[in-house]
């Protein structure tokens, strides 16, 4: 069974930056085409924030364009987000999301393995 674990939330001052790991274990090779970062605030829905394609590609919300960077390191099974120029806004649980067969990527239904969240607080 594969899991999905994140780390690297914490809090910090805006303008600061992070840099949040998700560690995949069990069997996973060939397992999923897309990998994602997704974050939650109290009363929001859970949105899309990066995407990484099985080919490299990469995608993000534009909410978070230019500030942060979604990569993957194969070797270790580790997918990262790169946070820069942090902002109140994004204070939220961020959440790790693997899936086989995603249409929609930024959409949380389309994924079917899920972490358990780090938590990410940006004070003005």
């Known amino acids: 069974q594969v899991q999905l674990v994140e780390s690297g939330g914490a809090s910090v001052q805006s303008g600061g930056s992070l840099r949040l790991s998700c560690v995949a274990t069990?069997?996973?090779?060939?397992?999923?085409?897309?990998m994602a970062w997704f974050r939650q605030a109290p009363g929001k829905e859970r949105e899309g924030v990066a995407v990484?394609?099985?080919?490299?590609?990469?995608s993000y919300d534009e909410s978070v364009k230019g500030r942060f960077t979604i990569s993957q390191d194969s070797a270790k099974n580790t997918l990262y987000l790169g946070m820069n120029g942090l902002k109140p806004e994004d204070t939220a649980m961020y959440y790790c999301a693997a899936g086989r067969y995603v249409a929609d990527r930024f959409l949380p239904s389309e994924y079917d393995t899920w972490g358990q969240g780090t938590q990410v607080t940006v004070s003005s």
């Open positions: 990484f394609d099985s080919d490299g590609r990469t």
């Open positions: 069990g069997y996973i090779r060939s397992r999923f085409n897309v």
